[in-house]
């Protein structure tokens, strides 16, 4: 019998960069924000994401959205993604 165990961790990324996801593995964004650096954080939608990433895939930020005309600074943009991984 085996047992899947699910993790939770963050990373963060520059917007119009890529996170690939590990073999052996499924990510889902959880929650998602983005930052100028500053400290605050603004909430965007999951819709900007698929629901889940296979092994290999690529989770792709976007380089521009319309919550960014929020942040003070619009250069240097990063995305913090809350991601659950899952063991296939």
């Known amino acids: ?15 119009g960069s890529s996170l690939t996801v590990p073999e052996g593995v499924r990510w889902s964004i959880e929650k998602a924000f ?21 092994p290999g895939e690529k989770i792709q930020t976007p380089y521009y959205m319309a919550e960014m005309e929020l942040l003070d ?6 995305y913090i993604l809350y991601i659950r991984q899952q063991k296939q």
């Open 1 to 15: 019998m085996a047992f899947s165990q699910d993790t939770s961790f963050v990373k963060s990324a520059y917007g």
């Open 34 to 54: 983005i930052n100028s650096g500053d400290g605050y954080n603004i909430l965007i939608s999951k819709g900007n994401f698929k629901p889940v990433y296979e």
């Open 73 to 78: 600074k619009k250069d240097g943009v990063f």
